[in-house]
């Protein structure tokens, strides 16, 4: 029972980092902006956090750190794409191996740093009911930060007309132009947004999750939380929901070796990017699904004056 609960406390974790860069990405192609360098903010992210909790011993600056690096480079990102109109797809590569080089080089002098100690997180009382409690209340506030702030998420994009202009924009920006929106404008803070989010997941990596520093830590979760917007169908529900189960399969891997299964440890460690790659293919059995759900102007660069 106990194995149980530590697997679906490992699940909670695992998923938060997917979880909360899936829904930055999401809010990125909710106004039409795929953002490919989701892994290389990633790393610098969890190097600022990691450099500034080992300088400061304060987590919370740690994940503004974090959170700051993720959105500058977000920002040049979005300045790139929306305003010099240069391909989203060859930037965001370009941004990917720019910051897997810097995190490394940066990163040198941090391998055997150490962050100070802190205190377990429990939820008084119920963090001791059998199996549940170990399980679900004993998690970072962040895992409840994320949960919630998907259902804030949800009541932004559906509810409000701020969310409603920006699903317009990402529908058919000329449209959104013609009525004066300022679509640039509304696209880089998205893109802004979403490079922080990256970037908190990036800190909450190397601060909570392992927390160390490692070259390339991040090992392909951003490439991860990019294909699961398409799984969830652009929908911050499901991008939660699909977070925790491939967080499921990433720690299902450590469960197994745990209690003795003789499968070699590389096949293990394929898990979750063989099932990232079996519910893409899934998905793409469907493409008329896909195209109902999808941002009609997802990927398209806008030009104002044509």
Same mark, same amino acid.
């Given at each position: 029972?106990?194995?149980?609960?530590?697997?679906?406390?490992?699940?909670?974790?695992?998923?938060?980092?997917?979880?909360?860069?899936?829904?930055?990405?999401?809010?990125?192609?909710?106004?039409?902006? #795929?953002?490919?360098?989701?892994?290389?903010?990633?790393?610098?992210?969890?190097?600022?956090?990691?450099?500034?909790?080992?300088?400061?011993?304060?987590?919370?600056?740690?994940?503004?750190?974090?959170?700051?690096?993720?959105?500058?480079?977000?920002?040049?990102?979005?300045?790139?794409?929306?305003?010099?109109?240069?391909? $989203?797809?060859?930037?965001?590569?370009?941004? @990917?191996?720019?910051?897997?080089?810097? +995190?490394?080089?940066?990163?040198?002098?941090?391998? $055997?740093?150490?962050?100070?100690?802190?205190?377990?997180?429990?939820?008084?009382?119920?963090?001791?009911?059998?199996?549940?409690?170990?399980?679900?209340?004993?998690?970072?506030?962040?895992?409840?930060?994320? #949960?919630?702030?998907?259902?804030?998420?949800?009541?932004? !994009?559906?509810? @409000?007309?701020?969310?409603?202009?920006?699903?317009?924009?990402?529908?058919?920006?000329?449209?959104?132009?013609?009525?004066?929106?300022?679509?640039?404008?509304?696209?880089?803070?998205?893109?802004?947004?979403?490079? =922080?989010?990256? /970037?908190?997941?990036?800190?909450?990596?190397?601060?909570?999750? @392992?927390?160390?520093?490692?070259? /390339? !830590?991040? +090992?392909?979760?951003?490439?991860?939380?990019?294909?699961?917007?398409?799984? =969830?169908?652009?929908?911050?529900?499901? &991008?939660?929901?699909?977070?925790?189960?491939?967080?499921?399969? @990433?720690?299902? $891997?450590?469960?197994?070796? /745990?209690?003795? &299964?003789?499968?070699? +440890?590389?096949?293990?460690?394929?898990?979750?990017?063989?099932?990232?790659?079996? #519910?893409?293919?899934?998905?793409?059995?469907?493409?008329?699904?896909?195209?109902?759900?999808?941002?009609? +102007?997802?990927?398209?660069?806008?030009?104002?004056?044509?």
């Amino acid at each position: 029972m106990e194995s149980y609960a530590l697997l679906l406390a490992a699940t909670l974790n695992a998923g938060t980092v997917l979880a909360i860069a899936s829904l930055g990405l999401l809010i990125n192609e909710k106004v039409g902006i #795929v953002n490919l360098g989701a892994e290389g903010m990633m790393l610098c992210a969890a190097i600022a956090g990691f450099a500034t909790v080992v300088t400061t011993g304060s987590d919370t600056l740690g994940f503004i750190a974090g959170m700051a690096a993720g959105a500058g480079l977000a920002a040049v990102f979005g300045l790139l794409v929306i305003w010099l109109n240069t391909n $989203q797809y060859a930037t965001g590569l370009a941004l @990917t191996l720019f910051g897997t080089g810097f +995190s490394a080089f940066v990163g040198t002098n941090f391998v $055997q740093a150490r962050i100070p100690e802190r205190a377990s997180f429990a939820i008084p009382y119920l963090s001791d009911i059998p199996l549940v409690g170990p399980a679900l209340f004993r998690q970072h506030p962040l895992v409840y930060l994320t #949960v919630g702030f998907a259902a804030l998420l949800v009541w932004f !994009m559906y509810r @409000t007309r701020a969310g409603l202009i920006m699903r317009s924009v990402g529908e058919s920006p000329e449209s959104a132009h013609a009525l004066g929106y300022p679509v640039r404008r509304i696209r880089l803070l998205a893109v802004v947004v979403g490079g =922080a989010l990256c /970037g908190l997941a990036g800190a909450y990596i190397s601060v909570i999750y @392992t927390p160390l520093w490692v070259e /390339g !830590m991040v +090992s392909g979760k951003g490439w991860i939380a990019l294909a699961l917007t398409t799984f =969830a169908t652009w929908r911050p529900a499901r &991008v939660l929901l699909g977070a925790y189960l491939f967080g499921g399969v @990433t720690m299902l $891997q450590f469960y197994l070796q /745990g209690i003795g &299964v003789d499968v070699p +440890s590389q096949f293990l460690s394929m898990l979750p990017y063989v099932a990232t790659i079996l #519910v893409l293919a899934l998905i793409s059995r469907n493409p008329q699904w896909i195209r109902i759900n999808m941002p009609a +102007s997802i990927g398209k660069p806008f030009y104002p004056g044509a």
